[in-house]
């Protein structure tokens, strides 16, 4: 079993750090960028035995028949991480395809 992100998604994941920090979600670079480390971990780590839901229609212009697994990192932000699950080889994989908070994609749930 393997999970792999798009660049796009990669990308999003290296922005996110400088925004944490100018947006003063943390006072310090590194604990920004350990708040997103530890969610990629816990992404790789938990999306295949995480309870996955379908995902609405509005993300589809990310990929068709995708699914979503929610990961909550505080009493305020929850992460909604939209992937596809297919067999390659007999091994499970998890394509990472886009990633939102509550702030963000919530309302199209």
């Known amino acids: 079993m393997s999970v792999i992100f798009l660049p796009e998604v990669r990308k999003y994941f290296n922005n ?3 925004v944490l920090y100018e947006k ?7 604990t920004a960028k350990k708040y997103v ?11 295949p035995i995480c309870l996955h839901k379908p995902a609405s229609n509005y993300f589809d212009k990310y990929g068709k028949n995708m699914e979503y697994a929610v990961f909550k990192k505080s ?3 929850q992460w909604y ?9 007999d091994e499970e994989i998890y ?10 994609v919530a309302q199209y749930l």
Do not use: S
Not at 37 to 47: A, G, K, S
């Open 81 to 89: 991480v939209f992937f596809r699950a297919y067999k390659e080889d």
């Open 75 to 77: 009493k305020h932000t």
């Open 16 to 18: 996110l750090i400088p």
């Open 37 to 47: 480390d530890d969610l990629l971990v816990e992404i790789v780590t938990n999306l």
């Open 95 to 104: 394509q990472v395809r886009y990633i939102g908070n509550n702030h963000t």
């Open 24 to 30: 003063e979600y943390f006072g310090f670079k590194e």
